[in-house]
Nanobody, 124 residues
Framework: QVQLVETGGGLVQAGDSLRLSCAASGRTFNTYSMAWFRQAPGKERELVAAISGVGGNIYYTDSVKGRFTISRDNAKNTVYLQMNSLKPGDTAVYYC?????????????????WGQGTQVTVSS
């Protein structure tokens, strides 16, 4: 069993930056692809970014390309989401998830573990 804990959310102004962290328990962190999803009020959960076990494969949704960077530090069992040039449309609860296979990261039902979420609010 793996536990994921997200931190780093907050209330910021448009154009500001935030760095989210997701700390994982367990011995096999490097065998999991990790992803960040977000869910805005009234909308379904959306894949934002994903990274494979050793960082060789990365995915970003079009709306965050050039602004967000996903990375991981396997020695710390932690995945990060650096968010720059934040927009009000980025406002959501951000969740991290662990998936055994990078190929399946777009499928919410393929995730084995989820964090509790951290709120990101971007004011205009």
């Amino acid at each position: 069993q793996v536990q994921l804990v997200e931190t780093g959310g907050g209330l910021v102004q448009a154009g500001d930056s935030l760095r989210l962290s997701c700390a994982a328990s367990g011995r096999t962190f490097n065998t999991y692809s990790m992803a960040w999803f977000r869910q805005a009020p009234g909308k379904e959960r959306e894949l934002v970014a994903a990274i494979s076990g050793v960082g060789g494969n990365i995915y970003y949704t079009d709306s965050v390309k050039g602004r967000f960077t996903i990375s991981r530090d396997n020695a710390k069992n932690t995945v990060y989401l650096q968010m720059n040039s934040l927009k009000p449309g980025d406002t959501a609860v951000y969740y991290c998830g662990a998936n055994r296979f990078f190929y399946a990261v777009a499928l919410m039902t393929s995730y084995d573990y989820w964090g509790q979420g951290t709120q990101v609010t971007v004011s205009s």
